[in-house]
């Protein structure tokens, strides 16, 4: 798992070196020996995985919007559905590609032609069907893939929209990433789910090279969310000895529920909704930067978020 793990970390890093050296130089320990070397350091896009122990969190509802406000603070953002068997950013969006994963796959298209620009200012790598995990194609179809990858790396921002659950292609991308954004609610079992797969990644990786992050989605009240944040770090410090950074919380808002039944990101449909500047904070802490709406709801959300 930890090699093909790192075999697709290395192919997602972008290195401007001569291509013989190719996506090996980018990461890793040569990666160090880059940072040391007096040329000026590659561009790099940062990865951020977005993934659940369970579907119907708010996952993909979260990737999307997240990407526009990366793109509202200058990033060129690229959104990738990484989910082989039920893609549907492009749902969300009310888009229809032509062409998807699949047809990258089968060396059909190209990354970059199947890549397609939203209304929005992100662009959208739309998911295939019929392909439940990546380890189940054959090597070849594999090796495309991973190289094809290459493409996203001109963006600023890679958000990967991973499918729920644990299966290899998950872990894969987590593994991957800068950034691995786990999303749960307060149910019990969406807990249960997101702590199972924080344990399997301290399973299956002994030293990860992202942080790990946790957002809390659906929360009625602030309480809420510290609740599960708290239970959720404490377990995986005390029993899996892994840092678990709380990144923030989404409220359950009904303009999310609106937004979806129009196919548009709440976000563009309510910029000033609650869920819209949850997700605004949670860009903002992410980018080490401030988020500042003048007063109201603004103001108390900059005091729970600590900004």
Do not use: W
Not at 132 to 140: F, G, P, Y
Not at 231 to 252: C, E, P, S
Request: hydrophobic content about 40%; some cysteine; proline content about 3%.
């Amino acid at each position: 798992m930890e090699d093909q793990a790192e075999e697709l970390r290395k192919m997602m890093a972008q290195s401007k070196r001569s291509p013989a050296k190719g996506y090996a130089d980018a990461m890793g320990l040569e990666k160090s020996e880059t940072r040391n070397s007096s040329a000026a350091p590659a561009k790099k896009a940062r990865i951020i995985t977005v993934t659940s122990g369970k579907g119907g969190v708010g996952k993909t509802n979260l990737s999307v919007n997240m990407a526009l406000a990366y793109a509202r603070l200058g990033k060129k953002v690229v959104v990738m559905d990484a989910d082989l068997g039920l893609a549907n950013v492009n749902v969300m969006l009310d888009m229809t590609p032509k062409y998807n994963l699949y047809h990258v796959i089968r060396k059909q298209k190209t990354m970059r032609e199947i890549m397609v620009e939203s209304p929005y200012g992100i662009s959208i790598v739309a998911g295939a069907s019929g392909f439940s995990q990546i380890a189940n194609l054959s090597e070849d179809e594999r090796q495309n893939f991973i190289t094809e990858l290459d493409t996203l790396s001109t963006a600023d921002i890679i958000i990967i929209d991973t499918s729920a659950g644990v299966s290899s292609n998950v872990l894969d991308f987590i593994a991957a990433a800068d950034d691995a954004v786990i999303i749960a609610t307060p149910e019990p079992t969406a807990i249960t789910d997101a702590y199972g797969i924080i344990k399997i990644i301290a399973t299956e990786y002994e030293n990860l090279n992202m942080g790990l992050k946790l957002v809390v989605n659906r929360v009625k009240g602030v309480g809420d969310a510290m609740k599960v944040s708290d239970r959720m770090i404490k377990t995986a410090g005390q029993f899996l000895n892994l840092k678990v950074d709380y990144l923030g919380f989404i409220y359950d808002d009904p303009e999310v529920s609106k937004a979806v039944l129009r196919q548009k990101p709440f976000m563009v449909t309510d910029p000033r909704c609650k869920a819209s500047q949850c997700v605004q904070h949670i860009v903002a802490r992410m980018d080490n930067t401030g988020f500042k709406e003048a007063g109201g709801f603004g103001a108390m959300m900059r005091r729970i978020f600590g900004g």
